[in-house]
């Protein structure tokens, strides 16, 4: 059964941390590239950032420079380092790994910054 767990959330001022982690099971996970997502009410769901198979890193221009995505194929986990977080930065984030054609997602965890 393929499992994606999402945590590190939470309530946090601006310019304050967080560190996300996405923990895998029931995939070879070093075969996925590997996504972040984060969605707020009434909107579209966002691309944030993501990791490929090779370690390449990608990021939204909203969160370059502030986020930091990375991937640890021995523990089948993927982070995501929030630093500086921003009120615009709140929202649901989610995990996706996608090898091929299959693709997964997890339940996602919350991120509010807020003073």
């Known amino acids: 059964q393929v499992q994606l767990v999402e945590s590190g959330g939470g309530f946090v001022q601006p310019g304050g941390s967080l560190r996300l982690s996405c923990a895998t099971r029931g995939i070879v996970f070093d075969r996925y590239n590997m996504d972040w997502y984060r969605q707020v009410p009434g909107r579209q769901r966002e691309w944030v950032a993501g990791i490929s198979v090779g370690k390449d890193t990608n990021y939204a221009d909203s969160v370059r420079g502030r986020f930091t995505v990375s991937r640890d194929n021995a523990e089948n986990i993927m982070y995501l380092q929030m630093n500086n977080l921003k009120p615009e930065d709140t929202g649901d984030y989610s995990c996706?790994?996608?090898?091929?054609?299959?693709?997964?997602w997890g339940q996602g965890t919350q991120v509010t910054v807020s003073s």
């Open positions: 996706n790994a996608v090898f091929q054609n299959n693709n997964y």
